[in-house]
């Protein structure tokens, strides 16, 4: 049974950082593109930042320079350090195993954590 676990997530004050480590078991995610998503109440899912196998990385502009989307493929893993937070990054976030396309667009497969809730508030 495949499972994406995400951790890391909380409440932090506007300015600070965390980090999201999302660990996938049950097969291997070394050839496939990885990716955080996340929802905020009332809004659309969004994809937030991703990384290929090839570990190339691409980020929403809302987040460009301020987070870093990072793998351990020995480890079936990928975090996400997020730093200078804004209270708008306030979400659900989640982990999705998926592939890029040779145009460089980002098709999520159907495997989903269950996410994990950042709250940026003073």
């Known amino acids: 049974q495949v499972q994406l676990v995400e951790s890391g997530g909380g409440l932090v004050q506007p300015g600070g950082s965390l980090r999201l480590s999302c660990v996938a078991s049950g097969r291997s995610f070394s050839g496939n593109s990885m990716g955080w998503y996340r929802q905020a109440p009332g809004k659309q899912r969004e994809l937030v930042a991703t990384v290929s196998s090839g570990s190339r990385t691409n980020y929403a502009e809302s987040v460009k320079g301020r987070f870093t989307i990072s793998r351990d493929i020995a480890k079936n893993t990928v975090y996400l350090q997020m730093n200078s937070l804004k209270s708008e990054d306030t979400a659900v976030y989640l982990c999705?195993?998926?592939?890029?396309?040779?145009?460089?667009?980002?098709?999520?497969?159907?495997?989903w954590g269950q996410g994990t809730q950042v709250i940026v508030s003073s």
């Open positions: 999705n195993a998926g592939v890029t396309t040779p145009q460089g667009s980002y098709v999520p497969y159907n495997y």
